[in-house]
Protein backbone atom coordinates (compact mmCIF):
# COMPACT_ATOMS: atom_id res chain seq x y z
CA UNK A 1 0.00 0.00 0.00
CA UNK A 2 0.86 3.79 -0.61
CA UNK A 3 0.72 4.20 3.53
CA UNK A 4 3.26 1.35 3.84
CA UNK A 5 5.42 2.90 1.06
CA UNK A 6 5.77 5.95 2.80
CA UNK A 7 6.82 4.51 6.05
CA UNK A 8 9.24 2.76 4.78
CA UNK A 9 10.96 6.19 3.09
CA UNK A 10 10.18 7.96 6.12
CA UNK A 11 12.02 5.67 8.09
CA UNK A 12 15.16 5.01 5.65
CA UNK A 13 15.61 8.92 5.51
CA UNK A 14 15.13 8.47 9.45
CA UNK A 15 18.25 5.78 9.53
CA UNK A 16 19.93 8.16 6.96
CA UNK A 17 19.96 11.07 9.18
CA UNK A 18 21.01 8.90 12.67
CA UNK A 19 23.48 7.57 10.59
CA UNK A 20 25.08 11.08 9.73
CA UNK A 21 24.62 12.23 12.82
CA UNK A 22 26.96 9.45 14.27
CA UNK A 23 29.23 9.86 11.38
CA UNK A 24 29.70 13.38 12.49
CA UNK A 25 30.55 12.76 15.95
CA UNK A 26 32.66 9.56 15.91
CA UNK A 27 34.76 9.42 12.63
CA UNK A 28 35.46 13.34 11.91
CA UNK A 29 37.33 15.58 13.41
CA UNK A 30 35.49 19.05 13.84
CA UNK A 31 37.16 21.21 16.51
CA UNK A 32 40.72 20.95 15.74
CA UNK A 33 40.87 24.31 14.56
CA UNK A 34 38.42 25.97 17.29
CA UNK A 35 41.20 25.78 20.08
CA UNK A 36 40.51 29.18 22.15
CA UNK A 37 42.98 31.83 22.61
CA UNK A 38 45.71 31.16 25.56
CA UNK A 39 45.11 33.64 28.05
CA UNK A 40 48.92 33.39 29.13
CA UNK A 41 51.90 31.73 27.79
CA UNK A 42 52.25 29.44 31.10
CA UNK A 43 48.58 27.71 30.73
CA UNK A 44 49.05 24.02 30.82
CA UNK A 45 46.67 22.11 28.19
CA UNK A 46 45.95 18.46 28.47
CA UNK A 47 44.57 17.66 24.73
CA UNK A 48 44.65 13.88 23.14
CA UNK A 49 43.65 12.71 19.78
CA UNK A 50 39.58 12.01 21.11
CA UNK A 51 39.93 16.36 22.27
CA UNK A 52 38.89 16.95 18.43
CA UNK A 53 35.92 15.13 17.71
CA UNK A 54 31.80 16.00 18.97
CA UNK A 55 32.00 15.38 22.78
CA UNK A 56 36.11 15.16 23.06
CA UNK A 57 37.38 17.07 26.01
CA UNK A 58 40.28 19.70 26.84
CA UNK A 59 41.43 20.99 30.01
CA UNK A 60 43.45 23.96 30.75
CA UNK A 61 45.14 24.89 33.91
CA UNK A 62 47.98 26.78 35.62
CA UNK A 63 51.13 25.89 36.85
CA UNK A 64 51.61 25.55 40.57
CA UNK A 65 51.33 28.22 42.58
CA UNK A 66 48.70 30.31 40.39
CA UNK A 67 45.33 29.98 39.33
CA UNK A 68 42.97 32.25 36.52
CA UNK A 69 42.80 35.39 36.92
CA UNK A 70 38.68 34.45 37.45
CA UNK A 71 39.36 31.93 39.97
CA UNK A 72 38.96 28.50 38.67
CA UNK A 73 41.87 26.10 39.04
CA UNK A 74 41.06 24.40 36.03
CA UNK A 75 38.89 25.01 32.34
CA UNK A 76 37.08 21.87 30.40
CA UNK A 77 36.13 22.23 27.47
CA UNK A 78 33.71 20.10 25.25
CA UNK A 79 33.55 20.48 21.48
CA UNK A 80 29.58 20.58 20.61
CA UNK A 81 27.91 21.37 17.82
CA UNK A 82 25.78 24.62 18.18
CA UNK A 83 23.69 24.95 14.73
CA UNK A 84 25.51 24.20 11.98
CA UNK A 85 29.03 24.92 13.38
CA UNK A 86 31.22 22.80 15.95
CA UNK A 87 33.03 24.71 18.27
CA UNK A 88 34.19 24.29 22.27
CA UNK A 89 31.75 25.51 25.08
CA UNK A 90 33.50 27.96 26.35
CA UNK A 91 34.44 31.19 25.58
CA UNK A 92 37.59 32.15 22.30
CA UNK A 93 39.91 33.37 24.98
CA UNK A 94 40.82 31.67 28.04
CA UNK A 95 41.71 33.94 31.38
CA UNK A 96 45.47 34.27 31.92
CA UNK A 97 47.10 32.78 35.23
CA UNK A 98 48.49 35.83 36.58
CA UNK A 99 46.43 35.05 39.95
CA UNK A 100 48.88 33.49 43.03
CA UNK A 101 47.33 31.29 44.93
CA UNK A 102 47.77 30.38 48.61
CA UNK A 103 48.81 32.20 51.36
CA UNK A 104 52.69 33.37 50.86
CA UNK A 105 55.13 31.45 53.38
CA UNK A 106 58.64 32.08 54.05
CA UNK A 107 60.57 30.94 57.33
CA UNK A 108 61.45 33.76 59.51
CA UNK A 109 59.14 35.99 58.37
CA UNK A 110 55.20 38.02 58.01
CA UNK A 111 53.34 38.92 55.55
CA UNK A 112 50.14 40.89 55.31
CA UNK A 113 48.63 38.01 53.03
CA UNK A 114 44.87 38.71 52.83
CA UNK A 115 42.88 35.74 51.36
CA UNK A 116 39.98 38.03 49.87
CA UNK A 117 42.59 39.74 47.67
CA UNK A 118 43.33 38.88 44.45
CA UNK A 119 47.31 38.65 43.86
CA UNK A 120 48.91 39.40 40.67
CA UNK A 121 52.22 38.18 39.52
CA UNK A 122 55.10 40.33 38.02
Not at 78 to 94: D, P
Amino acid sequence: SVQLKLRRQWNTCKQNRATKQLLEQKLFIVCKGKLPTLGSKNTISKITNESYYIGGNISYTCPPGLIFNDLRTEINLTCSKNGEEFSYNETKQLPPCNLCSGSFEHANSTSDYDSAKKYETG
